[in-house]
C-alpha cells in the first residue's frame, strides 16, 4: 500500500543536542508538510515543500529546519531541542494544494 | 479571520448510539472541508471531504457529513458508534491565502461507554 512513513516512532534526545526525524512516501505526492502536534491539540503547521519550494510558517522557530532531498523524503532538524520541543511530529503528503493529505504515524520526541 | 470552532472538547456515546460531533467554520469563500480521525500515538487519517457538489459526503468507517453554507457548518454523523471508534476527531478548513493550508478545528474527543 502506498504511504507516508515516519522514523523513527519514538526519538529520545537530550536538552540542546541536535536530532533529526524522517519521512518518506511512496505516494508520489508533491507536497509535503510537517506539523507539530502537542497533547490535545490541534496539529501546528511548521513548514511544507511544493516540489522543491520550501515555505516557512511566520511563526516556526529558527531552531526548526528542514530538507527533501527528493521527492520521496523530507527531514526535519532541530538543532538545539528545549524542553518546550517535546512533542508529536507529524510529517504529511498531498498531490498539490488543496487537496487531501496524507499523514504518517507521527514520532513522539522527549527531551531529556 | 478564517477559522474553525469544534465546541465540544469531549463528547461521551454509549456503545450503539447515533453520534454528531459539531463543526462550524468562518472563511469568506466556498471552503474545502475535512475531518480527520487521530487514534492514540497515531497519525491522523482522513475520514471525508468535501469539495463541492452534493452537501452530504459519505466516509470511510460508516461516517457521513452534510455541508450546511447558510450554518457554515459541517456536521460529522454516524448512525451506530463501535468501541474503536473512541478517538479525538479534527475538523479542517482549507484556505487559501499565500500559500494553501489547513485551518484546524481544536478537535472533539470521544469516548464510548460499554
Known amino acids: 500500500d502506498a504511504m507516508v512513513i515516519q522514523n523513527p516512532r519514538y526519538q529520545v534526545t537530550q536538552f540542546g543536542k541536535p536530532v533529526t526525524l524522517s519521512c518518506s512516501q511512496t505516494?508520489?505526492?508533491?507536497?509535503m508538510y510537517w506539523y507539530q502536534q502537542k497533547s490535545s491539540q490541534a496539529p501546528k503547521l511548521l513548514f511544507h515543500y511544493y516540489d522543491k519550494d520550501f515555505n516557512n510558517e511566520a511563526d516556526t522557530p529558527d531552531n526548526f529546519q528542514s530538507r527533501r532531498p527528493n521527492t520521496s523524503f523530507c527531514f526535519l532538524d532541530i538543532r538545539s531541542p528545549g524542553l518546550g520541543d517535546a512533542a508529536m511530529y507529524l510529517c504529511a503528503t498531498s498531490r498539490g494544494s488543496g487537496r487531501p493529505q496524507h499523514f504518517g504515524d507521527g514520532t513522539r520526541l522527549s527531551i531529556l | 479571520a478564517q477559522s474553525v470552532t469544534q465546541p465540544d472538547i469531549h463528547i461521551t456515546v454509549s456503545e450503539g448510539a447515533s453520534l454528531e460531533l459539531r463543526c462550524n467554520y468562518s472563511?469568506?469563500?466556498?471552503?474545502?472541508l475535512f475531518w480527520y480521525v487521530q487514534s492514540p500515538g497515531q497519525g491522523l487519517q482522513l475520514l471525508l471531504k468535501?469539495?463541492?457538489?452534493d452537501t452530504l459526503v459519505q466516509g470511510i468507517k460508516g461516517f457521513e457529513a452534510e455541508f450546511k453554507r447558510s450554518q457554515s457548518s459541517f456536521n460529522l454523523r454516524k448512525p451506530s458508534v463501535h468501541w474503536s471508534d473512541a478517538a479525538e476527531y479534527f475538523c479542517?478548513?482549507?484556505?487559501?491565502?499565500?500559500?494553501?493550508?489547513?485551518?484546524w478545528g481544536a478537535g472533539t474527543k470521544l469516548i464510548i461507554k460499554p
Open positions: 505516494l508520489n505526492h508533491n507536497v
Open positions: 472563511y469568506g469563500a466556498t471552503p474545502y
Open positions: 468535501y469539495f463541492s457538489g
Open positions: 479542517a478548513v482549507g484556505a487559501w491565502g499565500s500559500n494553501y493550508q489547513l485551518i
